[in-house]
């Protein structure tokens, strides 16, 4: 069965780095578009990033666009998401998405002093 599992969430200082990444298993991941959504409490869940099936094309969200960077390694089937220049405002959790169907669990990022 399709799993997709996240990883590398944590509590971080305004301005700091996380990396999260995305397990796949179950599909064929190198013919899988794969996305980075994200929900904070009371919200609703949004986008955040997307990357095609070769790593060629890359869309960001207006509100991560310069400091996030949404990758993936094919060989390994996991995606990345790298975070950089966090902001408390980044505060969710993040979940990984496959083919615009299959989600993972969630990990929780922090940032806060």
């Known amino acids: 069965q399709v799993q997709l599992v996240e990883s590398g969430g944590g509590l971080v200082q305004p301005g700091g780095s996380l990396r999260l990444s995305c397990a796949a298993s179950?599909?064929?991941?190198?013919?899988?578009?794969m996305s980075w959504y994200r929900q904070a409490p009371g919200k609703e869940r949004e986008w955040v990033a997307s990357?095609?099936?070769?790593?060629?094309?890359?869309n960001y969200a207006d509100s991560v666009k310069g400091r996030f960077a949404i990758s993936r390694d094919n060989a390994k089937n996991t995606a990345y998401l790298q975070m950089n220049s966090l902001k408390p405002e980044d505060t969710a959790v993040y979940y990984c998405?496959?083919?615009?169907?299959?989600w993972g669990q969630g990990t929780q990022v922090t940032v806060s002093s």
């Open positions: 179950g599909f064929t991941f190198s013919s899988a578009a």
């Open positions: 990357i095609s099936t070769a790593g060629i094309t890359t």
């Open positions: 998405n496959a083919r615009g169907h299959y």
